[in-house]
């Protein structure tokens, strides 16, 4: 079976929600799958964990943000992370700089 258009469609909705609570289980129930198939059928697909996968949107759209000059905790918030701390740590991984530090267009 090809899951294709499956996937397509969960990354538009994650995008759509990315400000709202995500979880694999609501995911995989808008994809209209169990939450363990739903996982492993996305990681074949895509090459990462569905929930790697939305954290990684997430900091993209904060980082985002911050460069248009909304401040990190409100950039945190806006993308759906519960706390600037998680946030900050999760974004210094991906990027390899603070959150506050200038973001270059």
Not at 22 to 33: D, F, K, R, S, V
Not at 87 to 102: D, I, L, Q, V
């Amino acid at each position: 079976m090809d899951y294709s258009e499956s996937i397509e469609k969960t990354k538009e909705f994650i995008a759509a929600h990315l400000s709202e609570e995500l979880t694999a289980e609501i995911i995989a129930g808008e994809a209209g799958y169990s939450v363990f198939h739903y996982c492993r059928v996305f990681k074949e697909y895509t090459g990462k964990c569905l929930m790697t996968y939305v954290r990684e949107k997430r900091l993209d759209a904060a980082k985002e943000k911050i460069k248009k000059g909304i401040t990190a905790a409100e950039a945190a918030f806006e993308c759906g992370f519960e706390t600037p701390s998680g946030f900050y740590r999760a974004f210094e991984r991906k990027f390899g700089e603070r959150p506050t530090k200038r973001m270059h267009a």
